[in-house]
């Protein structure tokens, strides 16, 4: 149980520094989207 818990928690920052890099990822290219669409 303690093994498993700290197995979590080490994994934990990794998870949420994803999370942030998807996040960023999907706005990123949501304003690159909406740059092309003002151009057009």
Do not use: C, D
């Amino acid at each position: 149980m303690e093994v498993h818990w700290t197995s979590n928690l080490s994994e934990f920052p990794l998870r949420v520094a994803f999370a942030r890099y998807a996040l960023s990822a999907k706005a990123g290219r949501r304003a690159r989207k909406t740059q092309q669409l003002g151009r057009l």
